[in-house]
């Protein structure tokens, strides 16, 4: 069973994690020459990577998988698991929780859960998990624009992208920032819509009014590797709601309500014994790793600061803030260097910085190439051509994010004399769209005009 919400538990002090293997800065370079894209040595040594996992206490991880192991109890609703709900749902501020195996398929059975059909106004400006989740289930993802200054979903591009065939509105909080909860909340109200947010990537973040796993009918969670604090795989949903939460728990496992009772359809999303143990210590040390990121991202304002052309995405409140995304972005007017060129540029010399999250949904398939056109989506377009994701998180230390910046400087301040010895984009295969010419597997709007939206 999902667990359910008692008293709000005393904040826990803060551990310092121990920080694991760090890649080992090299040389600062002080000439163009020396870039590795040149022919000179790589600046790091290991690769430097966006999404590098945080891992919480070894110890507490290890005793727990070893009691999980003594007990012979290793998946299908254990102790650690439903500790891991607890502990979530009070982080969260929800009264219910339901933890899954991954957060795309926490969305696959929040949709299901309400029972949703027809049409799902979101962002396109997302990773392409939240389309597919809800394609998955044969839902139609309808892009709306985000905001140029949430960089989320933007409430009146959604309401006018909203049309007799949508069943709801996914907001998703993007890069640890959240969305117009309330707009999209009155939106839904408005139109007799659902509204879900994708909070994969908001783990820790807060926002004025609800807490950030009150919102809509359900708020849906991540535990990748990659997130904040990680299960190494997980997933949850969050909902006040406690008969979606009763759904959803019972479809994660089946459709079973007791033994040799199955009264839905359902599927195998459960959350195993292990992952609750990385989990719990992820969320026991969820406040050292925020201060972390936290303590990147001034490093990075503060580096990146009198760089021409390069804009460290900034946040509005910081401290409201997981700050676990480092996003720039880079006007090559003014940088003398695009985004694409200054990605390669880190690359080659181990930073493998990412263009999270080109080229969008609207430009992947099977959503490419669907007959009917989306809405435009200018703010969307733009930032998708034009950000680059840069490493942060417990295993990038102070010293890597100097060099980077310092990477970053000393290619803008001679991008003039880069741009006539870096390759041009004839040479280069990495901007080819895969998938193109499959075909479309996502059903038609016009066939789900008569469907009964919810
Ligand atoms: N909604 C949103 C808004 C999301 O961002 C996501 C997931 C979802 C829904 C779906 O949730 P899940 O079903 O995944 O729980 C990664 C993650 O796989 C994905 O979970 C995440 N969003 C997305 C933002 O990032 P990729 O395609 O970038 O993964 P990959 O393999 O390229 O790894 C990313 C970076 O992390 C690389 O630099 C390598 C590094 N890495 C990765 C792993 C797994 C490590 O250093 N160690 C590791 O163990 O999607």
């Not at 995304?325 to 260097?337: C, L, M, N, R, S």
Request: contains cysteine.
């Amino acid at each position: 069973m999902a667990y359910e919400r008692p008293e709000p538990a005393a904040p826990k002090p803060i551990r310092r994690i121990p920080l694991g293997l760090m890649p080992r800065p090299g040389r600062l370079k002080s000439s163009p020459e020396e870039f590795a894209l040149l022919g000179g040595e790589p600046a790091f040594s290991e690769p430097l990577r966006v999404g590098r996992p945080n891992v919480g206490d070894r110890e507490a991880i290890l005793r727990r998988i070893a009691d999980a192991l003594d007990r012979r109890w290793l998946t299908n609703d254990g102790r650690y698991v439903r500790e891991f709900e607890q502990r979530l749902a009070e982080a969260v501020g929800a009264r219910h929780c339901v933890a899954t195996c991954n957060g795309t398929l926490a969305l696959q059975l929040a949709a299901r859960a309400l029972d949703l059909r027809g049409e799902v106004v979101m962002p396109s400006l997302t990773f392409v998990a939240s389309a597919h989740a809800l394609a998955w289930e044969g839902l139609v993802p309808a892009f709306a624009d985000v905001n140029p200054r949430s960089l989320c979903i933007d409430p009146g591009r959604a309401a006018a992208v909203a049309g007799p065939g949508t069943a709801a509105l996914l907001g998703v909080h993007l890069w640890g920032r959240t969305c117009d909860v309330e707009a999209l909340e009155a939106l839904a109200r408005d139109r007799g819509l659902a509204v879900l947010f994708d909070a994969a990537q908001a783990l820790g973040c807060s926002r004025p009014g609800k807490p950030i796993g009150a919102c809509g009918d359900a708020t849906i969670f991540s535990f990748h590797a990659t997130k904040v604090a990680n299960s190494f795989e997980g997933g949850a949903i969050a909902t006040d709601d406690p008969g979606l939460a009763e759904r959803a728990a019972r479809m994660r496992n089946f459709g079973f309500v007791d033994e040799d009772i199955v009264v839905s359809l359902g599927t195998n999303a459960k959350m195993s014994e292990p992952a609750a143990a990385m989990g719990l210590a992820s969320l026991d040390a969820l406040d050292h790793f925020i201060e972390h990121n936290r303590e990147n991202y001034e490093h990075y304002r503060r580096w990146l600061a009198d760089v021409p052309g390069v804009e460290l995405l900034s946040l509005q409140r910081p401290e409201s803030s997981n700050c676990h995304y480092i996003e720039v972005e880079i006007d090559p007017g003014i940088a003398g260097i695009d985004r694409d060129d200054l990605q390669r540029l880190l690359v080659a010399e181990n930073v493998l910085a990412r263009r999270y999250f080109h080229p969008g949904c609207h430009r992947m398939e099977p959503y490419r190439s669907r007959s009917d056109p989306h809405a435009p989506l200018p703010v969307t377009e733009h930032l998708l051509d034009r950000c680059l994701s840069l490493p942060t998180g417990t295993a990038t230390p102070q010293e890597a994010i100097k060099l980077v910046c310092q990477l970053i400087e000393l290619a803008v301040s001679h991008a003039a004399g880069l741009a006539t010895r870096l390759p041009t984009a004839a040479d280069r295969t990495a901007d080819r769209l895969p998938g193109a010419g499959e075909t479309c597997e996502l059903p038609e709007v016009g066939r789900l005009d008569d469907t009964p939206s919810r």
